[in-house]
């Protein structure tokens, strides 16, 4: 069963369930029990004619449906989200290329000395990072006179 928290947060939609599904219940009766889980559920079993088990099944129902669309609903905005920043990355990555192409046509030469130049660069950064990590091996004169 629903708790008194959860019914004051969703009493409109909880509401709009019982007109629905009870149109016998007026506008009035339902503002008397505002709010009140035990006399609503009287109130649906008097008019309806409805076992207590079979109205808490409904309230029940109707606040799981109440959260199921609000889940759903996140679960849409979260995937628009998502698709918004892929489609932005796209447009960046795409517009990056295109930029490069173009220095590159514009001066080519430059553009092969500048990546040879940062490739010579990084591939020294590389070697005296890994030189530095390893022990320093012995040489084959040093293993031969041991």
């Known amino acids: 069963m629903i708790t008194k928290r959860e019914m004051s947060g969703k009493w409109d939609s909880i509401v709009g369930s019982v007109k629905k599904r009870y149109g016998q219940i007026t506008d009035e009766e339902l503002a008397q029990v505002e709010g009140d889980l ?22 029940d129902e109707c606040c799981e449906g109440s959260f199921v669309d609000q889940v759903n609903a996140m679960a849409e ?61 012995l040489s084959w004169r040093e293993r031969w006179s041991r």
């Open 77 to 137: 905005n979260a995937s628009e989200t998502i698709r918004e920043g892929y489609q932005h990355v796209t447009e960046t990555a795409r517009h990056g290329y295109d930029h490069s192409v173009k220095a590159l046509s514009r001066r080519p030469i430059e553009s092969i000395v500048a990546a040879a130049g940062v490739g010579v660069l990084l591939g020294v950064m590389v070697g005296i990072s890994i030189g530095a990590r390893r022990e320093r091996e």
């Open 38 to 59: 035990n006399q609503l559920s009287g109130l649906i079993q008097q008019k309806a004619g409805q076992s207590r088990e079979q109205v808490e099944a409904f309230l």
